[in-house]
């Protein structure tokens, strides 16, 4: 694994749809935007794709890669107001899919 590679790989099930919303710069990040509690924006709906295993990690099938990673969604929220900056960390549960059904 390259240096480039690892510092873009997101360790998790989870990343950032890029063709899904203008608002995705990559896979990891979203554009800066204002938003306002009075006027109600104060929310964004951002499309998030399962991620494959990495090349370098051999057999790891997509399946085992959701398992060993199974766990929250976990956001950095990067704010700022006035030149004030502070950061929110949250973490969100994901429900797990139903079973698929065997035919």
């Known amino acids: 694994m390259s240096p480039e590679e690892a510092r873009w790989f997101v360790r998790g099930p989870w990343e950032f749809n890029t063709g899904a919303s203008a608002q995705v710069t990559d896979n990891r990040t979203t554009r800066r935007r204002a938003y306002s509690r009075p006027d109600g924006k104060n929310w964004d709906r951002l499309g998030l794709t399962r991620i494959?295993?990495?090349?370098w990690m051999g057999s790891m099938t997509p399946e085992q890669w959701r398992r060993q990673h199974a766990g929250p969604i976990r956001l950095q929220i990067t704010c700022t107001?006035?030149?004030?900056q502070w950061?929110?960390?949250r973490e969100i549960q994901?429900?797990?899919?139903?079973?698929?059904?065997?035919?």
């Open 52 to 55: 494959r295993p990495g090349h």
């Open 94 to 103: 994901v429900p797990e899919p139903p079973p698929a059904l065997e035919q």
């Open 87 to 89: 950061i929110l960390l």
């Open 81 to 84: 107001r006035g030149g004030e």
